[in-house]
């Protein structure tokens, strides 16, 4: 059964719509992701949950009680900012002890959810120190330990990590799931960072220009995008313009060269935009009953892969990885090459230049 | 070493002048030989009711102007920036606060006793509503100090209540805390030091005060700074010994309002870096 639910939720700023019916159903318990590029409308969103924005239309309810209207002091709903926001006149005790005491509980009662919360955050013995004494990752275990302090109904994080570097970032990633999935507390985690989304979430919002593109567990948005944005947004992709040879059958001509997609429903004739992840495709025929044959670009290398970009035809280049390992032979620049990929990797997707851009932009930067 | 000249030149020669005075008999003829004898006379003269009064005086228009001033000040730039007023009246306001908190001295004297004093263009209006204020009076200085204090209060506060973060609000907020509750346990104390420093200045902006008094009240009113200037370069009361140890005293009570506030700061700051 849902628990926190956001109906129709609209958010207007003059005649901009910075959020646009959004509907979201998230069960107790479950960890949403809203994943989007900056100004997507997932902040918003999340600060709509909170209270600190009103909705132009729409509902926000928890647990069945209607919340839209209800002041952020009065939603017991915790949250964790992406400046920490911790207070600096407080110690780290203080900070996380705050809700309780204007709660009016106990001090013995505070106390004790304090020292609890401290050793759940592995940070038993900093309690008296200020958070300028504390590193970045330390004051964001401090935030998090002050918002679960006050037992939320849902716990909001907005970007808790952008500000940490890479390292701590996903160490900090593992508690952060592991807490919720112990405390079973129903989390909406706002990022912009889609291996953080799909490592964390039950499900995955995708958003863009205040809008739903897609929502998801993390295996099918990345399979299976649903629109070219998610398409370009998640992972990297290949993208190749191409024509429906047969829609029923879903044979598409390539430069020339005969592939078949994932799935029939294009018209005939129709002009589409093909869309294949690198790690989609292999050197040879082991792939894949698709076959494609091209010249070697460019060869890089990036650690633990290996890069291989292959013009196909005239107008056409993909990219393919290989896992790097010491006998691997990488190809060389101006060779001829063969590849394949399974049809079921291969998603048509409807429209050709403007997503095409986006996609081809997308693999030039990634 | 600039700013050692600079030290040396405005504060520690200045002072062994002021200390050094203070010692010496100044009241006699410079022809006499007991003139510039070392005496401890200047400072029993402290003692006399008129010159202690003096000092009681200036100390509670410093305190009333500098905490009244402060609080209005205080409120006036909280308003403007967090307030939700328009962003001109935050230009505005501060752009009156730069050219008021320096409209002191004579012009200030002249612009109150034009505008309050026996002929002002204002009396009839305060009397017709049953208020008679005698501007040669305490209250009157007060009022007075206050279009200076506040203003510099403004100025100076402005730049705290900016860095008051929306986020800490927030999180307060989002604990469950009301917005009294924020300002006692989070805003408050991280304003503290500010505001006692601000209020320290406005205290010691007011106690050496001395144009905008004297300019006034023509000189009747009894406050330190006054005293002073009748002691050095009065008539009838002509005693510059005596003038360079009541400096002193305002020296002294300076030095301990600032000892005081340094305490308080040093407490209030404990949790910065």
């Known amino acids: 059964m849902s628990y926190l639910t956001l109906t129709g939720i609209q958010k207007q700023f003059g005649t901009t719509y910075a959020v646009h019916e959004f509907n979201l159903s998230a069960e107790k318990g479950e960890f949403v992701s809203f994943l989007g590029p900056s100004g997507c409308g997932k902040t918003t969103t999340l600060r709509m949950i909170a209270g600190f924005e009103q909705p132009t239309a729409g509902t926000i309810s928890i647990g069945g009680t209607d919340i839209t209207h209800r002041p952020p002091n009065r939603r017991n709903v915790g949250m964790v900012f992406q400046s920490y926001a911790l207070f600096p006149n407080m110690t780290v005790a203080d900070n996380i002890g705050f809700g309780l005491r204007v709660r009016k509980r106990p001090k013995d009662a505070i106390h004790k959810r304090v020292d609890e919360l401290l050793g759940l955050i592995n940070l038993p013995d900093k309690g008296g120190r200020y958070p300028y004494q504390l590193s970045g990752g330390q004051q964001q275990r401090v935030a998090l330990a002050r918002a679960l302090a006050i037992e939320p109904d849902v716990l909001l994080l907005d970007e808790p990590l952008s500000a940490l570097d890479a390292k701590i970032r996903v160490a900090l990633r593992k508690e952060i799931r592991s807490i919720q999935r112990q405390f079973g507390i129903t989390t909406v985690y706002v990022t912009h960072d889609q291996e953080e989304a799909l490592s964390l979430s039950d499900r995955v919002v995708v958003m863009s220009e205040g809008r739903i593109e897609q929502i998801g567990p993390p295996p099918d948005i990345y399979n299976f995008p649903a629109t070219p944005f998610v398409a370009s947004f998640v992972g990297t992709l290949n993208l190749l313009a191409a024509q429906v040879i047969d829609g029923a059958t879903a044979r598409l001509n390539l430069e020339g060269q005969e592939i078949r997609g994932s799935k029939p429903g294009a018209a005939t004739g129709d002009r589409v935009t093909v869309a294949i992840r690198p790690e989609t495709v292999e050197v040879g025929e082991a792939g894949g009953s698709n076959r494609l044959t091209g010249t070697i670009e460019d060869v890089s290398f990036l650690g633990s892969i290996v890069r291989t970009r292959v013009r196909i035809g005239n107008e056409a280049s993909l990219s393919f990885d290989q896992f790097n390992d010491p006998g691997l032979a990488a190809g060389v620049v101006g060779d001829s090459i063969a590849l394949s990929f399974p049809p079921e990797a291969t998603l048509v997707l409807a429209g050709e230049a403007n997503a095409g851009d986006a996609l081809e932009q997308a693999i030039a930067e990634s | ?273």
Request: proline share 5%; no cysteine; aromatic share 14%.
């Open chain 2, 1 to 273: 070493m600039p700013f050692l000249i600079f030290t040396l030149a405005f504060l520690v020669i200045p002072t062994f002048y002021l200390a050094s005075g203070s010692f010496q008999n100044l009241a006699v003829a410079p022809n006499d030989p007991a003139h510039g004898a070392f005496t401890l006379q200047n400072y029993s003269a402290l003692s006399q009711p008129n010159l202690a009064d003096s000092y009681f005086a200036s100390i509670e228009i410093s305190l009333v102007t500098a905490v009244v001033g402060g609080i209005f000040g205080f409120l006036l730039a909280y308003a403007v920036i967090m307030g939700g007023l328009p962003r001109f009246l935050r230009s505005a306001l501060m752009t009156y606060s730069g050219v008021a908190s320096n409209f002191a001295g004579v012009p200030l004297a002249f612009a109150f006793t034009f505008t309050v004093g026996a002929s002002g263009i204002l009396t009839p209006l305060l009397l017709a509503g049953g208020v008679h204020l005698n501007i040669y009076s305490k209250t009157a200085l007060e009022l007075a100090y206050l279009y200076f204090q506040f203003p510099l209060m403004v100025l100076i506060i402005a730049p705290a209540i900016d860095g008051l973060r929306k986020d800490w609000r927030e999180a307060s907020e989002n604990m469950g805390a009301s917005a009294f509750q924020y300002w006692r346990f989070v805003a408050f104390p991280i304003l503290l030091p500010s505001l006692l420093g601000t209020v320290i200045l406005l205290f010691g902006n007011a106690f050496g005060a001395q144009a905008t008094a004297f300019a006034l009240t023509g000189g009747s009113i009894n406050i330190v700074t006054i005293q002073i200037t009748r002691q050095i370069r009065g008539d009838a009361l002509n005693d510059p010994g005596i003038g360079y140890a009541l400096a002193m005293g305002m020296v002294a009570i300076m030095a301990v309002t600032i000892g005081a506030y340094a305490l308080l700061q040093r407490r209030a700051e404990r949790w910065q870096r």
